[in-house]
């Protein structure tokens, strides 16, 4: 049972703040750290996973800070992004020397177990430069279990992987998580969130947007109340209109433009449009007045 | 020093295309070697000559060059150094395995091609041949300490390398005067000049500061290159 601490950290690079001010904690179960590219996943990541020190802030496992520490990689397992690995030598050439590194008392059993884990039996003699992405990245994974770590940190696991792969990492994940393993991934992509992760943080422009069961995050992105503005070609008669259905609670005309108070975003997403081109209005502007909530919003758009 | 890290190193030496570089040089210097053995009708002549000008002064270098920064440099351009790096080894162990990979590849590839160099060309003085096969050792042990560091220091340590190797031990370090006091191809000469009876070999430097200078190189290279693991920063983050 391992716990990720991270503790009111900061890290920018030169003027640019790629993570600000973020305190979170990832216990046992599969975290799923979800945000827009470019949000601070990965900068987040790479700090849990030692290669980069804050530059405010702590990050700890088990109590203990990651940066230069190289005996945390006894606990760590990580699946990194880049695509490199050692491709001239074969998946389970690969694997063990892994397992050797790791100091195993019997490396080429847990190198068979481990690829056996990701089902790369039938390719494991083949050199890794004619594997496709989604086997390199099994591969990737078998070397970051080999040690049977009590953290593994996936950054964008799901990158290049076809439908039925997957699946099968996600399975993977949540037998690990079920296993009382603190698991983390990052990921752009709501929906693959929230089929795996028992807890989604979500990174939002360096900040911690939001924290909880996929539910609840849910909820926070799409039924929370919103005030949007709307300006338009006739708003007293798009107000009234909106104010007839159900996922607005209330409207205000006042300075010149439309305020609506939005409940559910999924079904007023939907609504404006077809309402305004029934009614023959033109919408020329359609915003939340929330600066938090305009990237939620962009980033809900965004994943249309 | 450590048996993986060891093997890794090498499959990544030998496993690219860059690897052929390796044997192409020594292969050049050889074939020259025996072009002029055939043809000309006293090489012993200038043999020192051109083992030092071309042998210690380029060859050397540039095997040197290739064998360290494809034994680092090129894993942390690609990334996949953050295998190795995500393990409980120390860091110490990591530059010194790879220091010591370069070095025997720059023992086969560069120093044994050098005494078969200096055997072809004058097959009556093997005590020249050998020394300049010592005198390389030495200096490739040098660069390595160099080029081992400029690896992690650098992110184009393979143009920086190339440059110095090049500039300053081809060129600046043959002749220039004041440079060649600083070149580790002089300080190799020195040794060199201790181990052959040769008139024609004469180094710039004195063989103490020479070794001195020498073993600093190496000791000073090294220990900034694990200094500079210890903290390095995987730019995988945006």
């Known amino acids: ?244 259905d159900p996922c607005t609670s209330g409207a205000d005309l006042e300075g010149g433009s439309l305020q609506v108070q939005v409940v559910d975003f999924e079904r007023f997403s939907r609504l404006v449009p077809s309402m305004a081109r029934d009614l023959g209005i033109r919408l020329l502007e359609v915003a939340p007045t929330d600066e938090s909530l305009e990237s939620v919003f962009s980033y809900l758009v965004g994943r249309r | 020093m450590n048996v993986t890290i060891a093997r890794l190193t090498m499959a990544t030496l030998f496993g690219h295309r860059r690897g052929l570089l390796l044997f192409i040089l020594p292969g050049v210097l050889l074939a020259l070697c025996v072009l002029l053995a055939l043809t000309v009708d006293d090489t012993a002549d200038f043999s020192t000559a051109l083992l030092q000008m071309f042998g210690l002064a380029v060859i050397v270098p540039l095997v040197s060059l290739i064998a360290a920064t494809g034994a680092l440099a090129s894993e942390l351009d690609d990334g996949s150094i953050v295998y190795l790096l995500s393990k409980p080894i120390k860091r110490s162990t990591i530059i010194l395995t790879k220091a010591l990979v370069a070095i025997a590849v720059i023992f086969v590839l560069g120093v044994v091609p050098m005494v078969l160099a200096g055997l072809i060309l004058d097959v009556g003085d093997p005590q020249t041949a050998v020394a300049f096969g010592i005198g390389s050792l030495a200096a490739g042990i040098a660069y390595t300490g160099i080029f081992i560091a400029l690896s992690v220091i650098s992110g184009n340590a393979v143009t920086i390398g190339l440059i110095y190797a090049l500039l300053w031990e081809g060129v600046m370090g043959q002749y220039v005067d004041g440079a060649k006091a600083l070149s580790i191809q002089q300080w190799s000469l020195a040794v060199i000049q201790k181990l052959t009876d040769d008139p024609n070999v004469e180094s710039a430097v004195k063989l103490p500061i020479a070794c001195i200078l020498l073993l600093a190189v190496v000791l000073i290279g090294l220990t900034l290159a694990v200094a500079r693991l210890r903290s390095l920063i995987l730019s995988t983050a945006e």
């Open chain 1, 1 to 244: 049972m391992s716990v990720i601490q991270i503790a009111k950290v900061s890290r920018w690079y030169g003027n640019v703040v790629a993570v600000n001010d973020v305190t979170m904690t990832i216990g046992p179960g599969v975290t799923g750290l979800l945000g827009p590219n470019g949000a601070g996943k990965s900068t987040l990541i790479t700090m849990m996973a030692g290669f980069l020190p804050p530059s405010t802030g702590r990050v700890t496992l088990d109590g203990v800070p990651v940066w230069r520490n190289e005996s945390s990689y006894r606990h760590i397992g990580l699946v990194p992004e880049t695509e490199a690995v050692y491709d001239t030598l074969t998946g389970s050439a690969f694997v063990l020397a892994n397992a050797e590194l790791q100091g195993l008392a019997n490396p080429a059993a847990a190198t068979a177990e481990a690829i056996a884990t990701v089902a790369m039996e039938d390719a494991a003699g083949r050199r890794i430069s004619t594997y496709s992405k989604g086997m390199k990245q099994r591969i990737k994974m078998a070397a970051a279990l080999v040690h049977e770590p009590s953290v593994l940190l996936l950054d964008e696991p799901f990158n290049g992987m076809d439908p039925r792969q997957r699946l099968h990492l996600m399975d993977l994940l949540r037998k690990m998580g079920a296993d009382g393993r603190t698991v983390l991934f990052s990921s752009h992509i709501l929906e693959e969130v929230q089929q795996v992760a028992t807890h989604i943080e979500v990174v939002i422009s360096g900040r911690h947007a939001a924290s909880g069961d996929y539910r609840a995050i849910r909820t926070l992105m799409t039924d929370r109340p919103v005030l949007y503005r709307l300006r338009s070609s006739d708003d007293r008669r798009l107000a009234s209109a909106l104010i007839g």
